[in-house]
């Protein structure tokens, strides 16, 4: 009989693995390139000092992850749909991605992706502390500026109801988060819907779903948000996950002001740290950073108790050590800095680099191995471990980064409070 691992590796190689190494320049011969999809904590882990740190001063109940992704291919009656761009063997970038997100969520089963991506995921806050929690995100069809929803313009689709069932199934471990495009004729309606049923935050992609958070058509959007206080989480700077369009300058931190004045607290996904935009303080031909970018807006009066950022994604290989060193070293913001893994990110073995963050002195070397062995097992432990353990010149992320289910889980949301 086939073991299950064989059966992956030869599924990933029939549709597409080489091409995947090709695109990303990695060998098929390194053994590290397809996540072996292991379950629970190793006993070889069990005693690992490492390992221990991660709890000392953190309270498993106060720890959400902000930023976890749902996927499928819409084979369990989910609603989910994969737009053009992803399902395409002529379009191999996008497709060879797809492959690496279900390798990283380890769901590549003809016949039952969504379930088993889901099934993965419970397993994996199963074998955490009781009391941890992800928040998954819906995600939302690209709509055109007459508010018309694009499905071939969409990169997938992941209805807010696929969200709402997998947060009631598991309570113990899921929360979720809503995805509404604000020029949708029922944005409002839909809104308030995702309210009642118990959404943590909404989640927009710009670059990806086609909203200007800068336009005036926001508005009344951000105004209820901002009466439910609800948050919303917003991806800027550069997208590379998801090609909805040309629109990347929809991601642009400083477009967010019209946000932050409405009152809607806002976490910025990924602070930012990769890609550039246009300064438009300074005219639409500057570009910097988007970083930089975003730590401005951080300084303005009108961000203050409003403008917060997530911290998933932040030590990929294609972000620079500079930004991690920066989001380490201003304790000043630590405050406003919120724990997500960007899940299944961190389950593409390639895509995180604890020897070269070692390297850099921004992880104790001697971690490393474990790790490396604890990602082939439980990539958002994996995550947030490595997460725990990251310091720059001795300081490293307090507790309270990753305690956020204060922050999410607010009195004010009347949602909320019976499950305090
Ligand atoms: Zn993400």
């Not at 090709?22 to 000092?49: F, H, M, Y």
């Not at 994996?124 to 690209?142: I, Q, S, T, Y």
């Amino acid at each position: 009989m086939k073991s299950p691992l064989m059966s992956r590796r030869r599924f990933l190689q029939g549709l597409g693995a080489t091409g995947l190494a090709a695109v990303a320049g990695w060998s098929l011969a390194k053994p590290a390139l397809i996540n072996p999809c292991r379950a629970a904590t190793p006993l070889e882990l069990q005693d690992s000092p490492w390992l221990a740190r991660v709890w000392q001063g953190l309270d498993p109940a106060q720890v959400w992850d902000c930023h976890v992704h749902l996927a499928g291919v819409g084979d369990a009656h989910s609603g989910i749909d994969i737009g053009p761009q992803l399902s395409s063997p002529l379009r191999p970038l996008q497709y060879a991605q797809r492959l690496a997100y279900m390798n990283g969520g380890c769901a590549n089963h003809r016949g039952s992706v969504d379930l088993a991506y889901i099934d993965r995921l419970r397993n994996l806050v199963e074998a955490m502390p009781a009391g941890f929690k992800v928040m998954l995100f819906a995600f939302d069809r690209f709509h055109d500026d007459a508010g018309r929803p694009s499905p071939e313009r969409s990169a997938f689709y992941i209805p807010d109801a696929w969200a709402i069932r997998q947060a009631q199934a598991f309570p113990a471990g899921f929360e979720w988060v809503a995805s509404i495009h604000p020029y949708r004729a029922d944005a409002i309606d839909a809104l308030q819907a995702a309210a009642a049923q118990g959404a943590r935050a909404v989640k927009w992609l710009p670059a990806a779903q086609g909203m200007d958070p800068a336009s005036a058509r926001c508005e009344a959007f951000f105004n209820e948000l901002a009466r439910l206080d609800l948050p919303l989480i917003v991806h800027c700077g550069e997208e590379k996950a998801v090609k909805g369009a040309d629109t990347q300058r929809l991601g642009n931190p400083l477009g967010l002001r019209r946000a932050l004045d409405a009152g809607v607290r806002v976490v910025v996904a990924h602070c930012a740290t990769m890609g550039d935009d246009a300064d438009l303080d300074a005219g639409p031909q500057v570009w910097r950073p988007s970083f930089e970018l975003f730590a401005r807006l951080m300084n303005e009066p009108r961000a203050q108790g409003r403008l917060f950022g997530d911290i998933s994604a932040v030590v990929l290989r294609n972000r620079r050590v500079r930004v991690i060193q920066t989001l380490l070293d201003r304790t000043d913001w630590h405050r406003r800095l919120l724990h997500g893994s960007d899940y299944p990110l961190p389950g593409i073995l390639p895509l995180i680099s604890p020897a070269t963050l070692a390297r850099a002195g921004l992880l104790p070397r001697d971690a490393v191995t474990d790790l490396e062995t604890l990602r082939e097992h439980n990539p958002l432990y994996f995550d947030l471990a490595l997460k725990r353990l990251l310091a720059s010149n001795g300081q490293g992320f307090p507790a309270s980064v990753f305690e956020t289910r204060r922050f999410f889980a607010r009195p004010s949301n009347k949602e909320n409070t019976s499950t305090i």
